[in-house]
Structures are given as C-alpha cells and as structure tokens.
C-alpha cells in the first residue's frame, strides 16, 4: 500500500486545518490508521490512531481535544481535523497504515507503511 498525505499549509494560530491521507494498493478498510507528526528538531511523535473498524481511536495527550481522525471508505482516505491550532503544532504530518490488528503507537513505528508527510505551519 502506497500513501499519499497532503493539504498541509501556513495558518494563524487558532484557525483550523484538515490534512488528508489517501491510500493506494489497499483498502483503507482492511487498515489500522495513524497520524505522526516531526517538529523541527525534535523526535517524531504520535498524534491520533484509529483501528481497523474505525474505532479505537486514541490521540496524544497535546491534541487531544482539538484534533479529529477520521475516516471515508469510499474515498479510501483518512483525514485529521485539526481545529484551535498552536504554534507548537508546526510539523511534518505523516500518515502510516499498518494491517496489523490492535496497533499501538509503537506497532506503526516497528511495522508501518508511511507516506511522504505534508508540511503544517502554525504562525503566532
């Protein structure tokens, strides 16, 4: 499975923005899900997951509240609403796929597929 993440942009702080994942070689059904994030000089870290049946959705605890993951079958996509955004929000998003079933963050690292990550830029 291929994946392709895109709708990254610059924003004020406090507006919203939705980034999206499509997939390509596999359904996204047949998928556990999650959104990554690299800030400059910092270590990847886990944003949002969600599992195969489209629940078993967990988020960090720095976006738990303001970020959405979310899923469409027929467009074969994934998409993390991000709404009342920070500055310390600025990142490369990844997105990573993985078949295997009950994945936790650490199942995406070992074992995932990753897209090439799409650039969000929150301005103070």
């Known amino acids: 499975v291929q994946l392709q993440a895109s709708g990254g942009g610059l924003v004020p702080a406090g507006d919203s923005l939705r980034i999206s994942c499509a997939l390509a070689g596999g359904r996204v059904s047949l998928y556990s899900m999650a959104w990554f994030r690299r800030a400059p000089g910092r270590e990847r870290e886990f944003v949002a997951r969600m599992g195969k049946s489209g629940g078993s959705i967990a988020y960090s605890d720095s976006t738990k509240g303001r970020f959405t993951i979310s899923r469409d079958n027929a467009k074969n996509s994934v998409y993390l609403q991000m709404n009342s955004l920070k500055p310390e929000d600025t990142a490369v998003y990844y997105c990573?796929?993985?078949?295997?079933?009950?994945?936790?963050?650490?199942?995406?690292?070992?074992?995932?597929?990753w897209g090439q990550g799409t650039q969000v830029t929150v301005s103070s």
């Open positions: 990573a796929a993985t078949s295997i079933a009950g994945a936790t963050e650490s199942t995406f690292e070992r074992f995932g597929r």
